[in-house]
């Protein structure tokens, strides 16, 4: 990935990456963003502990570095298996052929994922393979070069954290809300960060670069 970044300038604007994450209808905020400042003789602000809502709803989503290409909720009930995972593969070069007409061509883009068991599925790979998608290899065990787990994903629980939802459709409005109040140049700057990123693990020999 740093070679071929040296190589070629535009190589992260080629970059379509994506990952899911679990959105809930209440996700307790954490202690950081619960804190206040608080006189040295006033008493300790009390505060109600909640747990995780069981209503959840998984997010699936792509992007590049421009803006989110391609995103779904998952239905309830619907299990991520690799047959799953191959149609919303499937449904992502769809809108890529219908949003990003430039990256139709073989080779004028690249597909950048983790080694989730249905990303990793060999019916996925052959369904790629057939269609001649570029798939750049990823370490295993490295979210901290997966760009939807250091940037998006975040970001979106991040906003959705302390707040309640009375259903799963609200959930899906305050996400998509949250995706569409995300500037489109910090998709492009933060996918650039997979060359820093990536320098540095290999400077630690792979352990955890957050760390």
């Known amino acids: 990935m740093i070679a071929t970044a040296d190589s070629d ?51 699936m989503i792509f992007f590049d570095g421009q803006d989110v290409i391609h995103k779904e909720f998952v ?11 191959k149609g ?22 690249f597909l950048f994922y983790d080694n989730a ?14 269609r001649k998608v570029t798939v750049l290899d990823h370490p295993p065990y490295s979210p901290d070069l997966a760009p ?5 994903l ?16 609200d959930i899906q409005k305050a996400v998509t809300s949250t995706l569409n109040t995300t500037a489109n140049d910090d998709f492009y700057k933060r996918i650039q960060k997979l060359h820093d990123r990536a320098n ?3 400077q630690l020999e792979g352990m955890y670069v957050e760390n």
């Open 9 to 59: 300038p535009d190589f992260f604007k080629k970059i379509v990456t994506g990952n899911e994450t679990w959105c809930y209808a209440c996700d307790p905020t954490t202690k950081r963003q619960s804190a206040a400042w608080v006189g040295e003789t006033s008493p300790r602000p009390k505060k109600l502990r909640f747990q995780k809502s069981r209503v959840k709803i998984m997010l």
């Open 75 to 85: 239905p309830k009930g619907e299990t991520i298996n690799t047959v799953y995972y």
């Open 88 to 109: 919303v593969i499937k449904r992502l070069l769809n809108r890529i052929r219908r949003v990003r007409t430039g990256m139709c061509e073989s080779g004028a883009w």
């Open 117 to 130: 068991p249905s990303h990793n599925a060999t019916i996925v790979k052959q369904f790629l393979a057939q």
């Open 148 to 152: 939807a787990d250091y940037f998006l």
């Open 154 to 169: 975040p970001k979106v629980k991040s906003l959705l954290k302390g707040r309640l939802f009375d259903s799963i459709s």
């Open 200 to 202: 540095l693990c290999v």
